[in-house]
């Protein structure tokens, strides 16, 4: 059996009035992110990471955003599409542990459903899904509410 580890890591700015959808779940928020996609910048730190695993280049490869097939798509939608591709090179998730930095709001309420809806998507049990969330105690752009980053690491196994 082979393993394989991916690290995979976006950001985007915020800005006024837009939806928030972090990990496939759309939260409350007076901001949300500016992207061509649904900007769900947890999803596509995974699908990085994922891609990563196999030296498949990035979500960006796959997916341009110069593309009007991507624009405002569901990012769990890449993610299955990028778990077609995983598993049509013979390896399958082994699991998934992401960390989402962003001042506000707070995002422990909506972590159950965002784990669950990632493991719905790549085809695993929510066990196999860490999903974690921290503020930048006011520093950086995630501290002063500009933007919002999220990391991924995951670990693939061959089949």
């Known amino acids: ?9 976006d ?8 939806r928030l959808v972090l990990g496939g779940v759309e939260i409350p928020h007076t901001k949300g992110c500016i992207a061509h996609s649904d900007g769900d910048v947890l999803v596509h730190a995974i699908c990085d990471a994922l891609l990563g695993a196999l030296a498949l280049g ?20 890449l993610l299955g599409r990028v778990v077609a591709l995983i598993e049509s090179k013979g390896y399958k ?3 998934i542990d992401s960390t989402i ?17 990632i493991a719905d998507a790549v085809g695993i049990s929510v066990e196999q899904v860490s999903v974690k969330a921290t503020t930048t105690e ?8 500009k933007g ?3 990391t991924a690491v995951c670990l693939l196994k061959s089949f």
């Open 11 to 18: 950001v985007h700015a915020l800005g006024e009035g837009l």
């Open 148 to 150: 919002v980053s999220a």
């Open 101 to 117: 930095a962003m001042q506000r709001p707070k995002l422990r309420p909506y972590i159950d459903l965002m784990r669950q809806r």
């Open 1 to 9: 059996m082979d393993f394989r580890i991916g690290h995979g890591y």
């Open 138 to 145: 006011h520093l950086g752009f995630e501290g002063e509410e």
């Open 93 to 95: 998730v082994g699991n």
């Open 58 to 77: 990035d979500i960006g490869k796959h997916f341009p955003d110069t593309s009007e097939e991507f624009k405002g798509i569901d990012s769990l939608i």
